[in-house]
């Protein structure tokens, strides 16, 4: 018999959805994401994920401390697709978030290829990556630093032991961020790294500790009449372990 994981992630959703209806009577606010995104290029945590510039659309649902979104990336040349889903939840006003999130990013599947298809979650063949993180953001006004801790831990992120036994990897990523202002723009810091040696989704199978994502990004709306502004942003990146830079400009489109 096949062994899936969907039963698994099927009663997981079902928590999420107790934890839903329990704070939707004492909720302040419900809010609806709807947004893209237009990158000139796609690189995640300091990787460049190949395709060129790309369109990124995001739709969240958030009710009290508890959030539940899609996010997706397609290249304007055509196959690479991503689509990855998430929820998460925010302990007391200031306290720390804990995230799920599934990711696939296989791009279009071929009708005969069973493994590269969406809802194939077989514990052996899925191409899912199941992570969850934990962030925090120091409550202090004039130094806010989050810390974000990401493992993954089910899917297919999978090494072999010296039996030759498959594993989970529980790759792992963390990473610093430090937003400020600077005559009205709005500028992030970021620092991430990997923790420990990882073997399959960084590609550094011979790598223990690696900063792998050093990044400044600058945030800005343009007013382009009194009733709409385009926010637009520049984010330059260096890989040290790659010794890779990247320059990305994006614009969002919002409602």
Not at 167 to 189: A, D, G, H, M, T
Not at 215 to 243: C, H, T
């Amino acid at each position: 018999m096949k062994n899936y994981l969907s039963k698994k992630y099927f009663s997981g959703a079902a928590v999420v959805a107790a934890i839903c209806m329990l704070t939707a009577n004492t909720a302040k606010a419900q809010e609806f994401t709807v947004q893209g995104d237009i990158v000139s290029s796609y690189v995640w945590r300091g990787y460049y994920q190949g395709g060129g510039a790309a369109f990124q659309p995001t739709l969240g649902f958030g009710i009290g401390n508890f959030y539940i979104g899609a996010w997706g990336s397609t290249n304007f040349n055509g196959g690479k697709k991503e689509l990855d889903l998430s929820a998460s939840y925010t302990f007391g006003e200031n306290g720390p978030t804990l995230s799920l999130t599934d990711y696939w990013w296989k791009g279009e599947a071929a009708p005969s290829d069973e493994r590269n298809k969406y809802f194939n979650y077989n514990a052996h063949e899925t191409n899912h990556f199941f992570e969850a993180g934990l962030s925090y953001t120091l409550p202090i006004e004039r130094f806010p630093l989050s810390v974000a801790w990401y493992t993954m831990f089910a899917g297919a992120d999978k090494r072999y032991d010296a039996e030759g036994e498959e594993k989970n990897n529980y790759s792992s990523y963390v990473e610093l961020n430090y937003p400020f202002v600077v005559k009205s723009c709005n500028l992030n810091l970021t620092c991430g790294f990997l923790p420990y040696q990882t073997n399959t989704i960084y590609n550094l199978s011979n790598s223990g500790f690696a900063v792998t994502n050093i990044a400044l990004k600058a945030m800005k709306d343009i007013k382009i009449n009194d009733k709409f502004s385009l926010p637009v942003f520049v984010q330059g990146i260096w890989n040290p372990r790659y010794e890779d830079v990247y320059l990305v400009f994006g614009l969002t489109l919002r409602p």
